[in-house]
């Protein structure tokens, strides 16, 4: 089973989310967490614990000056401007390349190869024996996101049940994430304000035909309005948490609810079944 | 020699543009024998990353010195790499306006 937790917009608690999931399901089994919000990765802070960090490499095109006749069908080619064919040389600007191939493909002369550049890192820990944190971290100015977040996932691929904490917002990146998972949560607050992200984010998920439910985060207790636009999207609501002086104090100093309170951690068991549910699985 | 200016119409009565990569046109002068050509810059509604694509453009069309306002910084970079010096034009001028300046030896060189 691989679930995503997503939500249209930042700050509406995803993160605390996933973390609640992974801690009450990793009780009971085997479990795997992708940090796919490469730009500001948080989900290990739930969990602190020794990471190791791999570099995540992607392929940038390398000229051989011998065989270039610098005749610019490389630079014509690039929409990124990474790949540029001046008088003398061919002039590449690796922070630009978006490792799409294409300089390769066009050259007639066989000129480009692949060459290795380090645009990220991913984190790996195991802050305990039934659960692992993998984390892609995108480097300082670079452009390749959604490569960190493929790299992070594929080093999960294999595992039983993974949980990916999807970026906020509905970009490239988010759509890599949601790319070949079974289910999709998305957080989204008790406000209408959130609607329009949420409408957004589910419109993508669709797309994907990715079976989704709502998790109500800080519920003010009138959801009324957020559930009117969940029904409205075909969107069944699975969890509600409500705003509540004693979880917020938990969360305030990075707990988890599902690590303090057994009744939450069965609520969250119970919310990663209703996830199966969603997809038609056992 | 061949100068490129860049621009917001085409022919010498056009005004400069001060943005290099976004200008809708550039006007290329021998100044040998007088020729202007000016030509619509395809890239100047795209996506980001056009600075270096129109570096390539401009060196594919000869230029061997560039007249415009300033220079982001991915063009800045290949401009270099290309070996075009490039100048900026102080204040709003037409292209033969700008063209003197720079035959003068009024223009600062963009470093
Ligand atoms: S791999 Fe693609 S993005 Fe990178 S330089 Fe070549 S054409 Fe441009
Ligand atoms: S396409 Fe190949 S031969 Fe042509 S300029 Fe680029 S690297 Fe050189």
């Known amino acids: 089973m691989k679930l995503v937790v997503a939500s249209g917009k930042g700050g509406t608690g995803k993160t605390t989310v996933a973390a609640n999931l992974a801690y009450a399901l990793a009780r009971s089994r085997e479990v795997v967490t992708v940090d796919c919000d490469v730009e500001a990765p948080n989900l290990h802070l739930f969990f602190p614990s020794m990471a190791h960090e791999l570099p995540a490499r992607v392929p940038v095109p390398a000229v051989d000056p011998a065989r270039c006749t610098l005749c610019g069908e490389c630079g014509r080619f690039c929409r990124f401007g990474a790949i540029s064919v001046l008088k ?44 692992t944190l993998i984390g892609g971290v995108l480097g ?109 104090t938990i969360q305030n100093r990075g707990g988890l609810i599902s690590r303090e309170h ?10 990663f079944a209703d996830a199966c549910g969603l997809g038609g699985r056992a | 020699m061949k100068v490129c200016i860049t621009a917001q119409a085409a022919g010498l009565d056009a005004p400069v543009e001060p943005r290099f990569a976004r200008a809708p046109f550039f006007v290329f002068i021998e100044t040998g024998t007088g020729e202007i050509h000016s030509v619509a810059n395809a890239l100047c509604g795209g996506p980001g990353g056009a600075g270096p694509r129109v570096v390539q453009f401009i060196a594919e069309y000869g230029a061997d010195v560039l007249v415009t306002g300033q220079l982001g910084e991915n063009a800045d970079r290949a401009i270099h790499a290309a070996r075009i010096p490039a100048y900026a034009t102080t204040e709003e001028k ?18």
């Open chain 1, 88 to 131: 003398t040389e061919v002039f590449f600007l690796p922070d630009l390349c978006h490792s799409c191939g294409g300089c390769r493909y066009v050259c007639p002369e066989n000129a480009v190869r692949d060459e290795y550049r380090t645009v990220g890192s991913v984190r790996c820990a195991r802050p305990s024996p039934s659960l």
């Open chain 1, 140 to 248: 300082e100015g670079e452009v390749q996101a959604p490569a960190v977040v493929r790299y992070a996932k594929r080093l999960a691929e294999g595992a039983p049940l993974i949980i990916y904490d999807a970026p906020p917002g509905i970009g490239c990146t988010v759509i890599e994430t949601l790319k070949g998972a079974d289910a999709c949560l998305l957080v989204t607050e008790s406000t209408p304000f959130g609607a329009h992200d949420l409408a957004l984010a589910a419109e993508v998920a669709r797309q994907l035909e990715l079976p989704t439910g709502v998790v109500i985060n800080r519920s003010d207790g009138d959801d009324r309005a957020i559930r009117q636009i969940c029904r409205e999207l075909g969107l069944p609501v699975l969890m509600t948490i409500p705003f509540d002086r004693s979880i917020a």
């Open chain 1, 262 to 271: 057994d009744g939450w951690r069965s609520r969250f068991a119970a919310l």
């Open chain 2, 94 to 111: 037409t292209v033969g306006e700008a063209l003197e300046a720079f035959r003068s030896g009024t223009l600062r060189e963009i470093s």
